[in-house]
């Protein structure tokens, strides 16, 4: 009997056949997250609605509060955009209809985990300033309660984003050069 008739490897390649398919139980996670991010539009458009509606009664220091929040849902859909892009062909399959369409945006596929980690960090740094940004702008002179939490967290953010940084730094001197 040759090595690849035997049952244990049969059995062994059933095994790995299930281990890889199951990568497709992630696929409708990424269409949730494709829901969500026509959920952020809705809110968008209502912020939009509102600020438009309101455009001749704000303040210049209104209109940027107002602006800020349209750039912060901005951002948080790029994020969302970005994991189901990279997410989606790092451990599902590759987006095959977007092959040759001119529009592909040019970091897709080729975003590996250890960058998507990068750029998931940096996106949220970003919005944590832009966060931290409606809270200074919003104090009237004030220091908020949660003002010292928020800019916590957002240094842990900024630290994280080095940290992950450094590591692949270190990683790619440890990996042999090709």
Not at 1 to 10: D, G, L, V, W
Not at 120 to 131: D, F, H
């Amino acid at each position: 009997m040759s090595e690849s008739n035997h049952p244990i490897n049969k059995v062994e390649l059933g095994i790995e056949k299930i281990l890889f398919g199951v990568r497709w139980l992630l696929a409708p996670f990424y269409l949730g997250l494709a829901l969500a991010l026509a959920a952020l539009l809705i809110k968008f458009s209502q912020q939009f609605a509102h600020l438009i509606s309101h455009i001749w009664s704000f303040n210049i220091h209104n209109l940027t509060l107002a602006l800020l929040s349209l750039l912060d849902l901005t951002l948080l859909g790029n994020l969302i955009l970005i994991v189901i892009f990279a997410g989606y062909e790092n451990f599902v399959s590759k987006i095959g209809s977007a092959a040759n369409s001119e529009d592909r945006p040019q970091w897709m596929g080729r975003v590996d985990y250890s960058g998507l980690k990068i750029k998931l960090i940096g996106s949220l740094v970003a919005i944590s300033v832009i966060e931290l940004l409606k809270d200074f702008m919003d104090t009237n002179n004030e220091v908020p309660a949660g003002l010292k939490w928020r800019i916590a967290i957002h240094i842990t953010f900024v630290l994280s984003g080095v940290l992950f940084a450094l590591m692949d730094f270190i990683a790619d001197l440890r990996r042999p050069h090709e």
